[in-house]
């Protein structure tokens, strides 16, 4: 036994001393090249920083043998032609909202953010432990996609208004930029929605083509400078209570990758989806008071406007459940999840938060 395992230690040396030892990593390990497309522009470190956070990670964990460039909305495609992009294989992959492809299939949006959905916290659950992941990978199957959750924003902000917004009576004819999904709702509750790219928004809101627009929150939107054009700021998003971000890849270039690839892919997007929420968190406060004490004007939602918002969203996802069977089948399970959650949430969580926001601190 022992003379045995010598011979093998000295043949092994023996190899490694004549130079003859096959390098480990250079042959079966060919360098891959991705290209990410995003929907968003370069200026917003939040949203498109998690795709080089993703890009990134995947090219230390492989030592550089798996790369992927990550290119802003508009270069390499429109920002709201990544679907297309990733179904017909022009790139490897894409960062995207998914529900900016409502026109396609409604279904889209249920995998991003549905009026008075699932908050950040639940989007996960319901993706990593819920039916959701499973549910949308099958979906996706009809778009060559192998999606995986990266990113989310926390509950967003519900826009900038020129003039503010005193009652439900207000939204009518008001022409808004709002996040996909959403302006399906808007429109029911007599709003005029406009679907407008990230890097587009501030110049319709400043030449008045818009009278309102929403983003994300302070940190982006403080960048984005509406603030500059209408002064109301106006909370919350009730279309956007915790929008999730999906990392779109090419089923094909997906299943080429090795086991080990694949890994990387998965942990790569989950450090990202984590990353998102974190930089958000941290950095909306301070963004926060910079806006407000340059002048802006907080605002809570009216509640009729809220009232009327939730109503019409639940006849819209009862229309749709009678004409699209995907979105029947998908929107059952979210919501069956969500009243779950939200009899859970508004012990604990809720009871802590609201007693830690009252406190001085
Ligand atoms: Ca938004």
Redesign the pocket.
């Known amino acids: 036994m022992e003379r045995r395992k010598f011979l093998q230690n000295a043949g092994i040396a023996g190899i490694l001393a004549a130079g003859a030892a096959p390098a480990v990593h250079a042959q079966g390990a060919p360098a891959i090249r991705w290209r990410l497309a995003s929907s968003f522009p370069k200026a917003l470190d939040t949203i498109f920083g998690s795709a080089e956070v993703f890009s990134k990670i995947v090219s230390e964990a492989t030592g550089g043998k798996f790369t992927i460039s990550v290119h802003a909305g508009g270069e390499l495609m429109p920002a709201f032609g990544v679907v297309d992009g990733v179904q017909q294989g022009t790139v490897e992959c894409a960062h995207t909202a998914p529900y900016y492809f409502f026109g396609k299939d409604d279904t889209f949006a249920i995998d991003c953010a549905i009026p008075f959905g699932l908050n950040s916290r639940q989007m996960t659950a319901w993706m990593y432990e819920g039916n959701g992941m499973k549910l949308m990978r099958e979906f996706y199957k009809n778009y060559n996609i192998v999606n995986f959750p990266m990113g989310n924003t926390g509950a967003?902000m519900g826009g900038w208004y020129r003039k503010e917004i005193k009652s439900v009576a207000d939204i009518k004819g008001l022409k808004m930029r709002?996040?996909g999904f959403g302006g399906k709702v808007l429109e029911r509750i007599g709003g005029v929605p406009q679907n407008i790219p990230g890097g587009e928004i501030y110049q319709a809101l400043e030449k008045g083509t818009i009278d309102a627009t929403?983003?994300?929150g302070p940190y982006d939107d403080l960048k984005l400078g509406f603030y500059k054009v209408a002064k109301n700021y106006v909370y919350p998003?009730w279309?956007?209570g915790g929008?999730e971000l999906e990392l779109y890849v090419n089923t094909k270039a997906y299943e080429a990758l090795s086991t080990e690839n694949k890994a990387i892919v998965e942990c790569a997007a989950a450090l990202a989806h984590t990353d998102m929420q974190a930089k958000y968190d941290a950095k909306n406060p301070k963004a926060l008071k910079e806006l407000v004490a340059g002048g802006v004007k907080l605002q809570r939602m009216p509640k009729d406007v809220m009232e009327a918002a939730f109503k019409a969203s639940q006849d819209l996802y009862s229309d749709l459940s009678a004409k699209n069977p995907q979105w029947k089948k998908i929107y059952t399970d979210f919501a069956d999840f969500r009243r779950e959650q939200h009899q859970w949430f508004r012990f604990a969580e809720a009871g802590f938060d609201d007693f830690m926001q009252q406190q001085k601190l």
């Open positions: 967003q709002i996040g929403e983003w994300v998003a279309w956007e929008p």
